[in-house]
């Protein structure tokens, strides 16, 4: 752990700060699990699953929210590119039974380049999220960056940083736009060639234009990758 | 409950880590003071208006080697040594431009004959010590002279039987062929690229 960097510290700090210093505030803890494997030459697929949970809203609480599960075919089209198509089903009526489960249809191109040991990624993605009463359409930038933290090469028993923002435009029948906008950061460590393990922190402003929400979470992974 | 079954989880993988970590290769940033002295001594006074400079190890199952890295007169260098500190070879970041015509066009034949379509992603001209004395290595690379020892690295990414991979290759200073590594992917596929 000492070999983190202190400008990271630094960034989570604020990041925390930007939380706590407003009123409107969620707290999430999002554990997930993913496997992701190669079918054929440059096809290759994503399982995952994840659980929210609120720890924090009037007060801390932890109280179960939704859980996901998610698939995504990934197509390699370059050697820095690819296309993508995931769906997702969301179960969030068993945990709160006002609320409505959700199909998500996802299609994503992504474009990486490399300069020095830093890696940058650019994500679109264009999302339905269908659920019994609406359909939100949803369009996502993502730019990414991640970069080893011991020497130029990740190895096993190293560690790895990541950080990435995103802007968020959702479009529904009888709702105005709404534009979020996200920023997360992790910590890996890469344990075993098939196996990663991530800490991370992310800060979400929803819906900005509007009635502005803060949501603040701590997220965990952990990533096969057979 | 929740939360500690998950620390102990934590706890479980970090103990895997720590028992396996030795059996895999590496390659990871060290001090000054653990570089060999040996090799900064061949260095040292290159290094003083040197910019950026870090120092690597690598090892993995047979050897160990050490590798220096900065910025002079605004050049990329690479030094590499072995276990001892002695110099293996100097390597300059370079561009397509500062290779001789007749040397590219055939480097570039061997490329197309390989791969289906490809990108040159990185070049470095590299000074092997070879049959040339450590100190001629050293004089003939920070002058960056084109001698008939020089050969050219390049990494190149590109479609090869269909799948898209990144290569190592080493060219004679001719632009011969000499030889090749497919390099493996970063393993990166933590983030949904």
């Avoid at chain 1, 409107?24 to 803890?29: C, L, M, R």
């Avoid at chain 1, 054929?40 to 996901?68: E, W």
């Amino acid at each position: 752990m000492c070999s983190i960097r202190p400008s990271i510290c630094i960034l989570l700090f604020l990041l925390s700060n930007i939380a706590i210093g407003q009123n409107n505030i969620t707290g999430y803890f999002e554990p997930d699990i993913s496997i992701n494997y190669g079918v054929a030459a440059n096809y290759s697929h994503n399982f995952k699953i994840s659980q929210r949970s609120y720890i924090y809203t009037d007060d801390f609480q932890f109280k179960a929210r939704q859980l996901d599960i998610s698939h995504f075919s990934n197509l390699k089209i370059r050697y820095d590119q690819s296309i993508a198509l995931g769906l997702q089903y969301r179960f969030r009526n068993v945990f709160e039974n006002n609320r409505e489960n959700e199909l998500r249809i996802t299609q994503q191109y992504n474009i990486t380049h490399k300069s020095g040991n830093i890696r940058f990624g650019d994500r679109f993605r264009a999302e339905q999220r269908i659920s019994p009463s609406l359909t939100t359409y949803r369009f996502r930038y993502r730019i990414a960056l991640d970069l080893p933290l011991n020497g130029e090469e990740l190895d096993v028993g190293e560690s790895y940083f990541i950080a990435s923002t995103e802007s968020l435009l959702s479009l529904a029948r009888g709702n105005k736009p709404e534009y979020d906008q996200r920023i997360t950061t992790h910590i890996g460590w890469l344990l075993n060639n098939e196996t990663k393990l991530q800490v991370g922190a992310e800060y979400r402003v929803e819906n900005y234009t509007q009635k502005t929400e803060n949501i603040f979470f701590l997220l965990t992974s952990l990533v096969f990758s057979l | 409950m929740y939360l500690s079954r998950i620390l102990s989880l934590l706890f479980l993988l970090f103990g895997v880590l720590a028992s396996a970590q030795n059996k895999y290769e590496r390659e990871y940033r060290i001090k000054k003071s653990q570089f060999p002295e040996k090799a900064l001594g061949y260095i040292e006074e290159k290094l003083d208006d040197a910019k950026r400079i870090r120092f690597y190890k690598e090892t993995d199952s047979i050897k160990v080697s050490y590798e220096a890295k900065f910025k002079k007169d605004r050049l990329k260098y690479s030094i590499e040594f072995d276990e001892k500190g002695i110099l293996e070879d100097i390597e300059i970041l370079i561009k397509v431009v500062d290779i001789p015509n007749d040397a590219f066009n055939k480097i570039n034949e061997y490329l197309k004959k390989e791969f289906t379509k490809y990108r040159i992603r990185k070049i470095q001209q590299q000074y092997p010590v070879g049959e040339n004395t450590i100190e001629a290595t050293v004089k003939n690379a920070f002058q960056n002279l084109m001698l008939p020892n020089i050969k050219y690295e390049l990494i190149v990414s590109g479609k090869k039987d269909k799948r898209y991979e990144q290569h190592e290759i080493l060219f004679g200073s001719e632009g011969n062929f000499e030889k090749t590594r497919k390099s493996l992917p970063p393993n990166y596929d933590h983030v949904l690229y």
